[in-house]
């Protein structure tokens, strides 16, 4: 999806659209999502990505005439690596985080899954370039917090009208088509929780005719009632078989 720019709003970019894969032999995929919206004064992340994402980061600002440099803005949905791990990279950026999200992911012991220990030190330890929120507020101008827990105890969402149509930045706390269809989450700390988020954000998304932009998928609109996504999913692998035999391609779609 490419969002047209009007005066005065943003324009949405994809940066890097994810894709909902597990894997059980090697781990979480970590294939988030990475968005970029700019209104030609303010160029705003949502999330960082992972450390993999970091040429995918410069090719996809230098296709947009932009570079690492010019980012004022990393907002994070939540305290998971592959949402957070580039934040380092934007050394201009203001990085907003949750207070909560962060207090909690702080008191986590070392080696709990999916938390950075070193990447929620420094956010801990700046004083300077990193603002923390809370939900409800308007944090940036026409970009709003939105409570979204569940896939983890203080995740937040991210709500703009400010561009051509509304837009919801949903992080994992609604990964994939599936999730928003069923409220079947997987990978929650609190399934509960995690359900009636995806109720919220489905109102959300009704009331204002908003597209929401998933943690691990491209974008979704809700039409008559139905989730569907805006465009096809398809994610390009390759791997090499045996010994002999070029690379092969296994890409999914």
Not at 227 to 248: C, G, H, K, N, W
């Amino acid at each position: 999806m490419h969002v047209r720019k009007t005066a005065g709003t943003y324009t949405a970019h994809p940066l890097v659209e994810g894709f909902p894969g597990k894997s059980s032999s090697h781990g979480a995929f970590g294939w988030s999502s990475l968005w970029l919206l700019d209104d030609g004064t303010r160029r705003v992340l949502i999330d960082a990505g992972q450390p993999a994402y970091i040429p995918l980061i410069h090719e996809s600002l230098e296709r947009l005439g932009l570079t690492a440099a010019d980012i004022t803005d990393v907002l994070l949905t939540h305290m998971h690596w592959d949402h957070v791990a580039n934040f380092t990279m934007f050394q201009n950026a203001v990085t907003w985080v949750g207070e909560k999200e962060l207090a909690w992911a702080a008191e986590q012991p070392a080696g709990t899954k999916f938390i950075p220990d070193l990447h929620v030190q420094e956010l801990m330890r700046r004083t300077e370039r990193v603002e923390r929120v809370r939900e409800g507020q308007e944090i940036l101008p026409g970009i709003h917090t939105v409570a979204a827990p569940g896939h983890t105890p203080h995740h937040l969402a991210f709500f703009t009208e400010r561009a051509s149509q509304s837009l919801v930045f949903a992080g994992d706390s609604v990964k994939n088509i599936h999730e928003l269809a069923t409220t079947h989450v997987d990978s929650t700390m609190d399934e509960d929780a995690s359900i009636r988020t995806i109720d919220r954000l489905r109102s959300l998304m009704t009331d204002t005719s908003a597209t929401l932009l998933p943690g691990h998928d491209v974008g979704l609109a809700l039409v008559d009632g139905e989730v569907q996504r805006l465009r096809e999913q398809r994610a390009q692998i390759s791997f090499f078989a045996d010994a002999l035999s070029p690379e092969s391609d296994r890409s999914i779609g």
